[in-house]
């Protein structure tokens, strides 16, 4: 699926991202490098059906390191190199995370 993001240069951009689960196995791919803490939201939101969630960074292109709120008023390198919104990691993980429950609800 494709998930629409706005980029701090306020032009749109499009992040490719998908998921699928084999049982109680859940994975998601990412074109970038996730902050923990959006893997870790994307895991808590389906612990309830997934037994493991797996995250494969740079599946489908490279769009470098993508800010988590948690981390945006740290800093940093990987905040200030980003060239998208500091919401946007949390608004991908939980757009896997809305993916991988649909999974297990159909």
């Known amino acids: ?3 629409s993001l706005s980029r701090i240069s306020s032009s749109p951009g499009i992040i490719g ?3 699928f689960s084999f049982g109680d196995v859940g994975m998601t791919f990412v074109p970038f490098e996730q902050f923990d803490s959006n893997a870790k939201q994307t895991r808590d939101g389906v612990a ?3 037994e493991v969630v797996f995250t494969a960074a740079y599946s489908n292109g490279s ?3 993508i800010p988590s709120a948690y981390a945006a008023p740290h800093g940093g390198y990987e905040v ?3 060239r998208y919104v500091d919401s946007t990691g949390d608004d991908i993980a939980f757009a896997l995370r809305d993916a991988l429950r ?3 609800n159909n």
């Open 1 to 3: 699926s494709n998930w």
């Open 17 to 19: 991202i998908s998921a």
């Open 48 to 50: 309830d059906l997934y």
């Open 63 to 65: 769009h470098s390191y």
């Open 80 to 82: 200030y190199s980003s």
């Open 102 to 104: 649909a999974m297990k």
